[in-house]
């Protein structure tokens, strides 16, 4: 199914740019607008790793035996099994934007491993190739990982920036690039609708940001990173 007339009557979204259309009507809009099995591929890239049937999984005893494999914290593991899931996806574009953020979190987890020595075994989730190689450790002289991820020496420079609100704003603005490249040549396809909600998702994040809401954001950003400095 195309969605010509869906796609045409959509307002441009430009990074860096607050979204015209409220994020709730746009959600509404879709599901009007898309059929039931292409709408579902939305509330796939709506889940997170707090979603019932991934907590549910946890307590499958091969799932838990799984667990008990890995160094992983338990909220570690279920965002392993959210990739999973998503790179299980019918649809390729869902399983390779998974893939994508999967390789992201990985290598953003990596250069904190690499630069205070700590274990990356205990972070580094999920089994695809570069979180493999990304456990050897040496991520800039590696020639395997720079070969099997693209975007490497981009997402290392983002790490690297140490606002961590300007460090989110570029770990979006990356996020975007690789929509926007993914889709570059595909034409009113349920892809393009796809990423369209992605970007709005992005932009819906950073929408309306206050001074007040942006410390917020800062003091959450930073518990978290103390959180992850757990290993």
């Known amino acids: 199914m195309t969605y010509e007339y869906l796609i045409s009557g959509l307002d441009d979204l430009q990074v860096g740019q607050k979204s015209k259309l409220p994020f709730d009507e746009l959600l509404l809009l879709l599901e009007e607008q898309m059929s039931p099995a292409d709408f579902s591929l939305i509330e796939q890239l709506r889940k997170r790793q707090d979603a019932p049937d991934v907590v549910a999984l946890m307590e499958d005893d091969a799932v838990q035996d799984r667990f008990h494999e890995t160094s992983l914290s338990e909220e570690d ?12 996806s019918r649809n390729k574009f869902i399983r390779a934007w998974y893939e994508f953020n999967l390789n992201l979190n990985n290598v953003m987890a ?41 975007e490497l020496k981009e ?22 690039q690789w929509l926007e490249e993914y889709t570059r040549f595909m034409y009113f396809r349920v892809e393009n609708v796809l990423a369209y909600y992605l970007q709005a998702e992005i932009l819906h994040r950073w929408d309306d940001l206050t001074r007040e809401q942006g ?9 978290d ?6 290993f």
């Not at 990173?225 to 757990?230: E, Q």
Request: positive net charge.
């Open 110 to 150: 990596a250069v904190v491993c690499q630069k205070h020595g700590y274990d990356p075994e205990k972070v580094i989730v999920g089994d695809n190739e570069v979180a493999q190689l990304l456990r050897k450790g040496n991520l800039l002289k590696n020639a395997g990982l720079a070969a099997a991820l693209p």
């Open 225 to 230: 990173m103390k959180k992850d400095i757990k």
């Open 215 to 223: 410390e917020v954001i800062f003091r959450q950003l930073l518990a």
């Open 77 to 88: 593991f279920r965002t392993q099994l959210l990739y999973e899931q998503g790179m299980k």
């Open 155 to 176: 997402i290392v420079a983002v790490s690297e920036i140490q606002n961590l609100l300007d460090r989110e704003r570029h770990i979006d603005a990356l996020r975007w």
